[in-house]
């Protein structure tokens, strides 16, 4: 991914912490946030670190399925990126909302009896979070 560095209030910045600085957070408290960003393509769109950290099980790999993880660019990834919280829930997933130490946190979506299991990771930046992360451990 080619980084095209913008000069905003003395700051320099990549284009995705510009675009998303240029963007008014959702939500001043994390799981309003989350909540916002799983029910809107646009705040997943305007609030995501490219580029986006994928970890997923590679079920092929011998001798065993093993994790692996790629850097993907924006042209890379559908929207939208996750599955809108109540949409889940009422699929029979269970949704986890977590608040981290450092202002961060994760949403993880889960189904009970099954190896579903993804996780959306965020890192305050600023004002807001982004999605700089998912980890979908499900085989």
Known sequence: MKIVPFLLLGCLLTVSQAH?????CPATDFDGFVQTYANRMSVQQN???WPLKMTYIDTDAQ???QPVTEELGEQAITYP?????????SEGATV???SDAKGG??????????????????ERDGA?????GIDDQSL
């Not at 998303?20 to 008014?24: E, G, K, L, P």
């Not at 946190?105 to 965020?122: A, H, N, V």
């Open 81 to 89: 990126l996750l599955m809108d919280m109540d949409r889940a829930r």
């Open 96 to 98: 986890t909302i977590t």
């Open 105 to 122: 946190g994760s949403l993880k979506y889960s189904k009970p009896d099954t190896d579903e299991q993804i996780l959306y990771m965020f």
């Open 63 to 65: 001798p065993e399925p």
């Open 128 to 132: 807001c979070w982004q999605l700089v």
């Open 47 to 49: 609030f995501t670190r």
């Open 20 to 24: 998303a600085q240029a963007s008014t």
